[in-house]
């Protein structure tokens, strides 16, 4: 799968879209979803938890109203004091202060007073009335053994109607047990208190504490629930059991179960998944619709460009691609056109230059004439000339096979004092046939003789100053002076001779090749020095006589008197000769 994509570029990008776009959207259309899920169900438990909370205010409320009617009872000593009075008119009054006592609760429960054998006294109960309660056992038998003011007890299933059973001692002076008073809950007095804390809509219901059912408003099936808790659940605070919220009913024993339906049902959560999909579906489809627009409108000129670079490496430099883009791929088509352009130029340059090296490669075998005849008849002479002692054609013959020694030598690099060498060869000679007319002196910096240069390169620009600079004088002198800095090598041979022609120089410092007819050693040493280490090295040529000028120019004026005393002496010792410098790259190594 991996390989596949890769082998598309469309492919590539359309895996792209769908990485950036569909996955984000998938992945935040669910988070949202199970957001808004989470979000809004712990937003309605709330609600559910605050409305619980109100009816549990509702029912405590009057659970304490009970222990207030209890206590305020037992305060009025008229009625507990006579509970067990036979006079009918006695028994009138003190049920009248009863019925004063519990008439603000009347509407929440019914209100019985029994004497201490369970004997029904006094009731504010209508139509058919226990009339007796057993002492020894239920929910007289649970306020005798308690020391609480009030008791809860769920009633029996025949009890009347009666869903809870709220009961308290009737205590008389000294602490003695005078009777009870039982106040009986039914269904209409629950809805009541529901009611009254404007939850009348909620389905409620009511458990006691071995989580039987006291009261069910609605179908909460609380049967089920007290089976799931009795089969391992514990109430811990707030218990979820499906749908459902449980919490106790405040230190009563009781618990209070209300219904919590999830607001987001399978249904809205499928149709909302449903419309997830869509969305990702129209968003697949748009991928692919600008992945195929994107991907032609970039391959398209990529393809030209590849096209366009095999041909260029077939080796047709005239190739060139057409865009009239402004993007990227513009500039990379126009940046192409730019690379082979300059790569055309530079081929008919390298051409250019192979040609000139050719061509000076030919002159100097032209120049050299069967070198190997010409050395070992050289050679025969030196032996000839120590035998019949002329030591000046020995000298003539030694040099001259050293320097065609060096000329015939494969080696196309030699090191700067093997130059020196055969340069000092070559003035040996010239001074021999001169007549020693003129002198030669070399002066070179430290470690320089090492130096790894091209082979005769020095000699014919010393050839130079000999034959044309001296040809005119009676005397004259030949320095050379060598030094290195900053990476390049400087060979200044200079002369006092005549001078070398306007033109010459011109030509030489232009590289006006056409112009250096009959200088053939000069222009061969500058191509040479040109095409082996660039465009920046090779030979300048200068004039002394102008550089004489211009330091003359260039001094602090001084007294007319002192100008006219030596103005003849400096006429009688101008300077003349020109001054030929060689730059090339400070080299070391092998030759």
């Not at 409108?297 to 393809?303: G, H, L, Q, S």
């Not at 030209?304 to 047709?316: F, P, S, V």
């Not at 006006?512 to 280490?533: A, C, K, P």
Request: glycine fraction near 6%; proline fraction near 2%.
């Amino acid at each position: 799968m991996r390989k596949w994509i890769k082998k598309s570029f469309h492919r590539q990008l359309l895996v792209c879209f769908a990485v950036v776009a569909l996955l984000p959207l998938l992945f935040f259309g669910v988070s949202l979803i199970q957001t808004m899920e989470t979000k809004i169900n712990s937003d309605y438990e709330k609600n559910v938890t605050e409305q619980a909370q109100q009816i549990d205010t509702g029912v405590l409320e009057v659970f304490g109203n009970f222990e207030t009617v209890v206590e305020n009872i037992n305060a009025n000593r008229k009625i507990v004091d006579n509970i067990n009075e036979e006079d009918s008119w006695s028994r009138s009054k003190i049920y009248l202060q009863f019925y004063r006592e519990v008439s603000d609760y009347r509407e929440y429960a019914q209100f019985d007073l029994y004497d201490r054998n369970g004997k029904c006294i006094y009731t504010t109960r209508q139509g058919d009335a226990r009339m007796e309660l057993p002492v020894y056992w239920g929910i007289l038998k649970a306020v005798e053994d308690s020391q609480d003011t009030l008791i809860l007890r769920r009633a029996e299933e025949n009890d009347s109607g009666v869903l809870l059973y709220a009961a308290g001692k009737l205590l008389g002076r000294g602490g003695t047990l005078e009777g009870y008073i039982v106040i009986s809950m039914r269904t209409e007095n629950f809805e009541k208190i529901i009611l009254d804390s404007g939850n009348g809509k909620n389905d409620v219901a009511f458990l006691d504490p071995y989580w039987r059912t006291i009261y069910d408003s609605g179908s909460l099936q609380t049967d089920q629930i007290r089976h799931e808790l009795m089969s391992g659940h514990k109430l811990l605070g707030v218990y979820r059991a499906g749908e459902l919220l449980i919490q106790p009913l405040g230190e009563s024993g009781l618990y209070t179960v209300m219904a919590c339906p999830s607001v987001f049902s399978r249904e809205v959560l499928s149709s909302m998944y449903r419309v997830l999909t869509v969305i990702l579906t129209i968003s697949v489809l748009l991928c692919v619709i600008v992945a195929s627009r994107v991907g032609r409108n970039m391959t398209k000129p990529i393809e030209r460009m590849n096209t366009a670079m095999r041909t260029l490496q077939e080796g047709d430099l005239s190739v060139r691609i057409a865009s009239d883009r402004e993007d990227e791929l513009g500039q990379m088509s126009r940046n192409f056109n730019i690379m082979a352009n300059e790569l055309e130029q530079s081929v008919q340059d390298k051409v250019e230059k192979q040609k000139e090296l050719n061509a000076s490669h030919i002159a100097m075998m032209q120049a050299q004439l069967n070198p190997h005849f010409l050395y070992n008849t050289l050679d025969t002479m030196k032996w000839v000339a120590k035998a019949n002692h002329i030591p000046e054609i020995a000298t003539m013959a030694a040099g001259l096979a050293k320097i065609l020694r060096t000329s015939i030598s494969k080696r196309q690099f030699i090191y700067l004092k093997e130059e020196l060498e055969l340069v000092n060869c070559y003035v040996d000679i010239q001074k021999i046939r001169f007549n020693d007319k003129f002198t030669y002196s070399v002066e070179m910096e430290e470690r320089l003789e090492e130096c790894v240069i091209p082979k005769l390169i020095i000699q014919p620009i010393v050839e130079n100053s000999v034959l044309h600079g001296l040809k005119e004088s009676e005397e004259g002198n030949i320095r050379v002076q060598i030094t290195g800095k900053n990476g390049v090598l400087c060979i200044e041979v200079t002369d006092d001779g005549c001078g070398a022609p306007e033109e010459q120089m011109e030509a030489i410092n232009h590289r006006r090749q056409e112009q250096l007819v009959g200088h053939i050693g000069v222009s061969n040493v500058d191509t040479i020095i040109r095409l082996t280490y660039g465009e920046e090295y090779g030979i300048h040529m200068e004039s002394l006589a102008e550089n004489s000028e211009n330091a003359a120019d260039s001094e602090s004026t001084a007294d007319s008197e002192s100008i006219a005393d030596r103005k003849g002496t400096e006429t009688e010792s101008a300077i003349h000769g020109t001054k030929v410098t060689l730059r090339l790259p400070v080299k070391y190594g092998e030759v």
